[in-house]
């Protein structure tokens, strides 16, 4: 009979390395249980599969680079006026994202955009997929430098394979010619391959004068809009509301904060 170490090296010459790792504990305690063939073959495939799994998730998160970790769970949707829990449900079930759906998600600062495209990306990868997440301003910085350094170069592919993008703040900054096409080359790539999840603070109708050039803006909106969905959240922003404040008790509104100001 082989002895435990070289049924470890055969596992392990067979791709089964999770299984390798924890093989005397997994023989002990079928033993403990006296588990039938079946159940200690069982044991063993579940163990490979769950850790790998567990692996999958966790690289891709590290790949996803989300500023912050938040989830769906922790997105109050008491808070929006505009969107409802039924609403949050179907978009958690990821059916869109399957169907190639873009998500455009609209409203100004601290209203949920960023938290709820990070939530909504979390749950992709919890699902399986791969996700790309970028500032505007770093995809820009990306797209430009992808021929010369290889860390772009990495991200470039990695957003190439995401089955879902996400792209914050989109149109915060003008854009010249040169990164206008840049940016329409990998809407194109993306075009019919991933989901998108573009956050802005300004209306698609505003993007044209951020990317200059008429023709590149028609073609970008094209593909970016032909099948998206659109979600305004709340102008009552849910930051300003629960910031602390250094006065105690009610916090600093921003009309208030104005005329503090003045
Ligand atoms: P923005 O719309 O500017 O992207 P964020 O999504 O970053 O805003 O939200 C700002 C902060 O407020 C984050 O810490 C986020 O978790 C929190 N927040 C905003 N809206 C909600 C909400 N509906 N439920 C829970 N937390 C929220
Ligand atoms: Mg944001």
């Known amino acids: 009979m082989n002895s435990t170490s070289q049924l470890e090296q055969q596992l392990r010459t067979l791709r089964l390395a999770e299984t390798a790792s924890r093989l005397p504990e997994l023989i002990t305690e079928a033993e403990r249980r006296d588990a039938s063939y079946h159940e200690f073959l069982a044991s063993l495939l579940n163990h490979e599969q769950k850790r790998r799994e567990e692996k999958q998730i966790e690289r891709y998160m590290k790949w996803a680079t989300f ?32 169907q190639l759906y873009n998500l455009i998600l609209l409203g100004p600062p601290g209203v949920g955009k960023t938290h709820l495209s990070v939530a909504l990306g979390i749950e992709a990868i919890h699902q399986g997929y791969q ?13 430009k430098t992808t021929e010369m350094t290889r860390k772009s170069q990495v991200r470039k592919r990695r957003i190439l394979k995401s089955d879902l993008v996400i792209i914050d703040d989109l149109m915060y900054m003008a854009m010249n010619q040169h990164e206008a096409n840049l ?60 910031r602390q404040s250094i006065f105690g008790g009610e916090p600093v509104t921003p009309n208030q904060a104005k005329s503090v100001q003045n």
């Open 67 to 98: 500023p912050y970790h938040k989830t769906l769970e922790e997105f109050d949707v008491s808070e929006q006026t505009t969107l409802s829990q039924r609403q949050v449900n179907q978009l958690q079930e990821l059916t869109w994202l399957d």
């Open 131 to 143: 996700v790309s997440f970028l500032p505007m301003g770093e995809l820009v910085h990306v797209l």
């Open 183 to 242: 940016f329409f080359q990998l809407i194109n790539e993306l075009y019919d391959q991933s989901a998108l999840i573009f956050t802005s603070n300004k209306g698609p109708n505003d993007w044209g004068e951020l990317l200059g050039d008429p023709g590149i803006t028609t073609a970008i909106l094209d593909r970016i809009l032909h099948h998206a969905e659109v979600i305004h959240l709340n102008e009552d922003s849910y930051r300003m509301k629960y």
